[in-house]
């Protein structure tokens, strides 16, 4: 598995890493916090430039970058809009979840109430349960 978060801060590695035994199947993660650090991550400028940073394309692209880029079975992405206000046009609270294993993929959209915590905790959440069933999907 490995993770790239866009909102969270970390969170969802971190939720990961607290498992004693993560290091068997966590490939790694990146936190970045806008567009620029995505594009640097392999994800395509142009799928953001269209779509913006802050949507189920981009997060599409971010799950598929980093499943690549660590050659990891499964990729999950999250971005997000954690405020303090909205971004690009997208509301605080607008959330997206990717998980994908490069031919089955999981997406998700989230609206969540305008409050930064909240999101932190609850998006990763989100991802780690969107994870567990493509895992069972796929079985």
């Not at 866009?6 to 969170?11: K, N, P, R, S």
């Not at 991550?41 to 598929?64: D, L, R, W």
Request: proline fraction near 6%; aromatic fraction near 4%; hydrophobic fraction near 35%.
């Amino acid at each position: 598995v490995s993770v790239i978060e866009l909102c969270t801060g970390g969170a969802l590695t971190n939720s990961i890493t607290d498992i004693p035994d993560s290091l068997t199947y966590f490939k790694g993660g990146t936190v970045a916090y806008d567009g620029t650090a995505l594009s640097a991550g392999g994800v395509p400028a142009e799928v953001m430039e269209k779509h913006g940073v802050v949507s189920q394309e981009t997060a599409n692209a971010m799950a598929e970058s980093v499943r690549q880029r660590f050659n990891a079975d499964l990729g999950v992405a999250v971005t997000g809009v954690p405020g303090p206000g909205e971004f690009e046009g997208k509301p605080l609270g607008l959330a997206y979840i990717t998980v994908t294993d490069g031919k089955k993929t999981r997406e998700m959209e989230m609206r969540l109430p305008p409050r930064r915590v909240t999101i932190k905790r609850r998006v990763p959440n989100q991802a780690l349960i969107e994870l567990r069933r493509l895992v069972e999907e796929t079985r």
